[in-house]
């Protein structure tokens, strides 16, 4: 399957520290940043480009909450609360059919609501309402249509399907501070592109692995790596068979590489000097390894790549010129959406 897939093996300016910005958004989180902070890549893209159907917003989160904060998603920043991520998981996905009310009745609803919120639009200068308006009409898209709660259901799905791809338990969550390992996230996430949204984020497992009392990377290993192998592959696959390869780009990293020598603990430490990342689909040119490190995996020697970079090749997948595309921040400056003008990886595209 390599021959669908890039390979990056020189990713160079991580952090040290647990800290998930730099996955989500690209941003170094040591640099100066605006008031209220970056917007995460899905809702920079809800900004530019907005809603792809009415029936789907156009970025939904499958992350798990995780108890260590770091770990979490960073949010829209300083964009605001209508281009938060959709969150479906937990109890409320059950809440997202009508349930005995006609379309008709929930059209006087909508206007009920659009009058008060003219009212609340007046009486508020603060802005915080547009977001709020903007969830109000992102509901009611939902609410209409079943195809983004169709999108959730696995039953839904072929069985073989489903067994492709693998099932895990959503409310065992690893470490008790980590993500649960799910492996049919990567398939309620092809479902949901389908459905219509632009951008699906995930999060797999811990791969926090220091060693210690049951945790040497030798049992972590044996427990992650072929249930996230079959689940990639099967996603990889799925996209070729439905024709879904040009359009969907999936990208795949954590926040640093790890340690080149096994520890005491027989684990790996944070290594921020190096770090990897797998990519597919968009279109791009797969095949392919980018960047070299040395013999034992803890320098970079060759086409050192950064997370700009990448979030630059994400952007113009989706067909957003990072050149030339700003967002405002809250003072109405212009912000660019990568730092140090970065371009988009000309390998791959």
């Known amino acids: 399957l390599m021959d ?13 520290g647990h800290d998930a910005i730099q996955c989500f958004n690209g941003h170094d989180p040591k640099r100066p940043k605006p008031q209220g902070g970056w917007p995460q890549f899905g809702s920079t893209v809800s900004k530019v480009q ?9 970025f939904i989160s499958l992350c798990y909450p995780c108890t260590h904060g770091p770990y979490n998603e960073p949010g829209p920043g300083f964009l605001g609360l209508s281009h938060s991520p959709f969150r479906p998981m937990g109890p409320t996905r059950h809440d997202m059919v009508l349930n005995g009310i006609s379309l008709e009745r929930l059209a006087d609803r909508k206007q009920l609501l659009q009058s008060i919120d003219q009212f609340k639009r007046e009486a508020d200068a603060s802005g915080m309402m547009t977001g709020l308006d903007t969830f109000t009409e992102q509901a009611m898209g939902v609410l209409t249509s ?3 709660a169709e999108a959730l259901d696995l039953s839904k799905e072929d069985p073989e399907t489903v067994k492709r791809y693998g099932t895990g338990d959503p409310t065992v969550f690893i470490d008790s501070n980590g993500a649960p390992r799910v492996p049919q996230s990567m398939l309620v996430a092809r479902r949901l592109i389908e459905a219509g949204a632009r951008v699906v984020t995930l999060n797999y497992s811990k791969w926090d692995w220091h060693g210690g009392k049951n945790n040497t990377i030798f049992k972590r290993e044996a427990e992650d790596f072929p249930v996230f192998d079959q689940c990639v592959s099967a996603l990889l696959e ?17 926040e640093f590489g790890r340690t080149p020598k096994i520890s005491a603990q027989v684990g790996r430490d944070h290594w921020p000097r190096v770090n990897s990342a797998i990519l597919f689909g968009g279109g791009m040119k797969t095949g392919q390894v980018i960047g070299a490190t040395d013999r034992l995996g803890g320098e970079a020697v060759d086409r050192p790549v950064t997370f700009p970079e990448l979030f630059s090749t994400l952007y113009h997948n989706l067909g957003i010129d990072t050149d030339n595309t700003t967002v405002e921040d809250f003072s109405g400056r212009p912000q660019y959406l990568v730092e140090d003008h970065a371009k988009p990886l000309p390998e791959l595209i």
């Open 146 to 148: 079943s195809q983004l």
């Open 50 to 58: 907005g809603a792809h159907v009415e029936s789907a917003p156009p």
């Open 4 to 16: 669908k897939m890039v390979l990056v093996r020189s990713i160079v300016g991580s952090q040290p």
């Open 238 to 254: 799925d996209l070729h068979q439905r024709g879904l390869d040009q359009d969907c780009t999936v990208a795949i990293w954590g």
